[in-house]
Structure formats: structure tokens, C-alpha cells
């Protein structure tokens, strides 16, 4: 099974600032099938980026996804008052899928 | 559009078994695979399979052999988890999620369905 390990845990950051969440996996990811998910409380996940650094339909392009191999990082440019939530990389190149354990995006 | 609708919540002894639907609306459901995630309280995902709605094959997580069970009705385009033996650990919001391909990412979530495991 490949672990996904997510840093920080926590994030705290302004309105206007950047975000750089960072995930890593213990094996190498079969061809870069790295997923980023947004999840807001109450809510179903929300696919942002995959296969590392595809932007899903809709997803601004404040909204990044760069990496390959075991090292992926999401990066937010400017951030907006609604993006903060918590942020899920997974990975599904491989059974079972994986989910890092998220990174809490919080205002400062 | 595309609309994953669940089955509302469900409170359930330990020792019971429960089963959850998720209808589909707003594409063609043999076309695309259904997946079901679940997340404890204040925790993270957990994959617990899939399913391929168009001949009913299904992969489970090797946790979840032998309690869980992924269906589908064509007729309904619907699919459905039971899990069963639940124990307080199941206590958990179960989500149905779609994708075009067995491996690749969830594109479409459902609202997700609370099941409470308590005596």
C-alpha cells in the first residue's frame, strides 16, 4: 500500500497570500495518478487537480499541481477567502487508493 | 448534470449491517465506475472499493473482505454498499464517487450518508 504523508497539518496564512501544501508518498506513483481534492466542512470533497498537475473542470487558475515520482506539491497563488478548507492529495495509480491526511488551511 | 443522490442516514446496533444507495443522474451510468470512500469523524478517507456498474465487478480493500458488498440495479441506475458485522469503528460518513476509468480520479462525489454505529 503507498502511504501519502502530507505536510504541514496545519497551514495558517492571510487572504491574498500563497499556499504551498506538499505530499509524499512511500513508493513511486504509478504515472503521476496524483489527485489533489478541497473539502469544506459539511461537504463532499472537491477535485481540484489530477494526474499531478491537471486543473479539473471549473478550477481557477490560482490552483496549481506540480511533482511526479514520490514528491507532489499543490500550490495557491493568491488566496481567496473560500479557499480555506482542508486539502486531500490521493493517490489511484495503484489498489488500494490511498489518501494522504490532509492539510488544514486556516486563517491567520 | 451529473447527480450522485444518497440514501439518508442510518443508525445501526453493532453486530447489524447496513446498506447504503447512491442513484445517478446526467450520464450514462454503465459508462463510468462507481467508487465508496468513507471518513470517520473529524478523520480522513479511506477508500473502501469499486464497482463497474456495466457488468457488476467489483474490488474491495483487503480491510473490508468479507463485510462489505457493492451492488448495482441498472433498471435505477443505482449502486449500493453494504457493509455488515458494523462495529462502532464503521461510524462514518460513507460517500459514493465517480470515475471514467477504474483507476483515476473522483470527478463526482455524492452528498454523503451518515451511519452511526451505537448500542
Known amino acids: 500500500e503507498i502511504v501519502l504523508t502530507q505536510s504541514p497539518g496545519t497551514l495558517s496564512l492571510s487572504p491574498g497570500e500563497g499556499a504551498t501544501l506538499s505530499c509524499r508518498a512511500s513508493q513511486s506513483v504509478s504515472s503521476d495518478y496524483l489527485a489533489w481534492y478541497q473539502q469544506k466542512p459539511g461537504q463532499a470533497p472537491r477535485l481540484l487537480i489530477y494526474g499531478a498537475s491537471s486543473r479539473a473542470t471549473g478550477i481557477p487558475d490560482r490552483f496549481s499541481g506540480s511533482g511526479s515520482g514520490t514528491d507532489f506539491t499543490l500550490t495557491i497563488s493568491r488566496l481567496e477567502p473560500e479557499d480555506f478548507a482542508v486539502y486531500y492529495c490521493q493517490q489511484y495509480g495503484t489498489s488500494p487508493r490511498t489518501f494522504g491526511q490532509g492539510t488544514k488551511l486556516e486563517i491567520k | 448534470q451529473v447527480q450522485l443522490v444518497q440514501s439518508g442516514a442510518e443508525v445501526k446496533k453493532p453486530g447489524a449491517s447496513v446498506k447504503v444507495s447512491c442513484k445517478a443522474s446526467?450520464?450514462?451510468?454503465?459508462?463510468?465506475?462507481m467508487h465508496w470512500v468513507r471518513q470517520a469523524p473529524g478523520q480522513g478517507l479511506e477508500w473502501m472499493g469499486v464497482i463497474n456498474p456495466s457488468g457488476g465487478e467489483t474490488s474491495y480493500v483487503q480491510k473490508l473482505q468479507g463485510r462489505v458488498t457493492m451492488t448495482r440495479d441498472t433498471s435505477t441506475s443505482t449502486v449500493y454498499m453494504e457493509l455488515s458485522s458494523l462495529r462502532s469503528e464503521d461510524t462514518a460518513v460513507y460517500y459514493c464517487?465517480?470515475?471514467?476509468?477504474?483507476?483515476?480520479?473522483?470527478?463526482?462525489w455524492g452528498q454523503g450518508t451518515l451511519v452511526t454505529v451505537s448500542s
Open positions: 446526467g450520464y450514462t451510468f454503465t459508462k463510468y465506475y
Open positions: 464517487a465517480r470515475t471514467v476509468r477504474s483507476y483515476d480520479s473522483f470527478d463526482y
